[in-house]
């Protein structure tokens, strides 16, 4: 398989307040969020990252998505640079976060043709997206409901829709099942198992075992920061379940009992 993402020692620090310092207990007004990360994913393979919350996955995916720069080191998308060629990174991936917020006032409708507008998506193949998308996603019957009228779950959906109005060929999904009820969290899972089978790329963070087992052919396992392992899950598993695994790999390398 052909490498469709290679991360080289990517780090980046973030300064905190006086406030954040003394709640975090810290000589240092500095948290490092990923220290010298590297790993690499194949192309039509599902890559999770996983790990407890505060790890430092989010700003990971944030900087492969060209949100954040990395203070050091890079990662190559598509054979395209997160640090000298941004603009080439983000034409080429769909990106989801928990962090992207829907206005209230706007429809399912006016945000798809927005942002395939923005894409640069020509009007007849932008429809007959949006048509099966909206679809499969069971958006059709919502389309001219305004976002503050939705459910959670709907939001979710219409956040992936509009994240992959482009078609792109790499998937890159922050904790894409997060705070879903297990009706929309299947319809997520199915998805990604279909872009999967198209032959597409796809990296997603989770702290959820059950989506990793479910999904992903390999997986790096995060922790303060530095991944710690990356396989397969039944070579990390090995004789034991893979919950059983991560938690002997936590206990290894944080000391702490869990």
């Known amino acids: 398989m052909s490498e469709i993402l290679e991360v ?9 307040s006086r406030k954040q310092q003394k709640l975090k207990n810290l000589k ?3 948290i ?5 990360v590297s790993f690499k994913s194949y192309e039509g393979e599902v890559f999770g990252l996983l790990g407890p919350n505060g790890a430092g996955k989010t700003t990971i995916m944030r900087m492969l998505a060209t949100l954040i720069k990395p203070v050091s080191g890079d990662a190559k998308i598509g054979g395209f640079s997160v640090v000298k060629q941004p603009q080439s990174v983000r034409q080429s991936i769909g990106f989801l976060t928990n962090e992207l917020k829907l206005d209230d006032f706007f429809t399912p409708n006016y945000l798809f043709n927005f942002f395939s ?8 193949k932008a429809a007959e997206r949006k048509r099966m998308l909206f679809e499969k996603f069971g958006i059709d019957k919502f ?8 459910s959670q779950g709907m939001k979710q959906k219409i956040s992936i829709v509009i994240s992959i109005v482009h078609d792109p060929h790499i998937i890159i999904f922050d904790e894409p099942t997060n705070g879903l009820d297990v009706i929309t969290a299947k319809v997520v899972t199915d998805f990604l198992m279909e872009q999967k089978a198209q032959g597409k790329s796809v990296i997603l963070s989770t702290h959820i075992f059950s989506l990793i ?3 992903c052919d390999r997986v790096g396992i995060i922790i303060d920061g530095k991944i710690v392992a990356c396989d ?4 990390i598993a090995g004789d034991k379940t893979f919950e059983e695994a991560f938690f002997d790999i936590y206990r290894r390398t944080t000391g702490e009992a869990v």
């Open 28 to 30: 240092k007004p500095i």
């Open 143 to 150: 389309a001219e409901v305004k976002v503050a009228n939705l």
């Open 213 to 215: 087992e479910s999904l």
């Open 117 to 124: 507008e923005m894409h640069g998506i020509p009007t007849d």
């Open 8 to 16: 080289s020692n990517l780090s980046k620090t973030f300064k905190l």
């Open 232 to 235: 397969t899950v039944m070579e």
């Open 32 to 36: 490092t969020a990923a220290d010298s």
